[in-house]
């Protein structure tokens, strides 16, 4: 969640953070405004974020959903507001594999609201599972509340790798600037 300029040197600043929002009706969107409201009064001082919305009925146009798949495969956060009754629509759930397929093992965050409308019993119902098991499949935290902490890199993960394979430390420049010793002439 670093920002860079065009050259790729660090911004001085808030570090970036891109959320895509997907949202069943008005008011799961509502919940949706209320989460990103906690999100951003909570993470604002580190924490600069680059939301984008979609309403399940837009996923239903290829050029929308191709659209939110190219963000939903870069975001660090995807967040589902939905009712929790239910399957999700195949319109959705094609979106979802979409952006997974071409997400890689980029880390990330899956937040699934889904509201109760009473009764349910703590099931967990068609909905968490698909969203638990998408979260799963792409190797992404499964949340269902705000996050305690946004600002971490696993430890061992691959875009812990490539951010050290990028660093030129003290001592590895030494190596590598230090004078080859003339080859040995041994008899």
């Not at 808030?14 to 405004?33: L, N, T």
């Not at 971490?152 to 875009?159: H, M, Q, T, V």
């Amino acid at each position: 969640m670093t920002r860079t300029e065009e050259n790729g040197a660090p911004l001085e600043g808030k570090a970036a953070g891109s959320v895509v929002i997907v949202y069943e009706d008005p008011a799961a969107c509502e919940r949706a405004v209320g989460f990103c409201d906690q999100l951003v009064n909570r993470f604002w001082a580190g924490f600069e974020f680059n939301l984008s919305w979609c309403s399940f009925a837009q996923l239903e146009n290829a050029v929308s959903a191709n659209a939110a798949a190219e963000k939903a495969t870069l975001a660090d956060l995807i967040v589902f507001a939905a009712n929790p009754e239910g399957d999700f629509p195949w319109a959705v759930k094609g979106w979802v594999e979409t952006w997974l397929s071409q997400r890689g093992e980029r880390e990330g965050m899956l937040v699934a609201l889904l509201a109760s409308r009473g009764g349910a019993g703590g099931q967990e119902g068609e909905k968490h599972h698909f969203l638990r098991n998408a979260a799963h499949h792409g190797a992404m935290d499964y949340l269902t509340e705000l996050p305690h902490d946004i600002a971490r890199s696993i430890p061992d993960s691959l875009d812990s790798y490539a951010e050290r394979a990028d660093q030129v430390t003290h001592l590895l420049d030494n190596i590598l600037h230090q004078p080859q010793p003339p080859p040995s002439l041994s008899t």
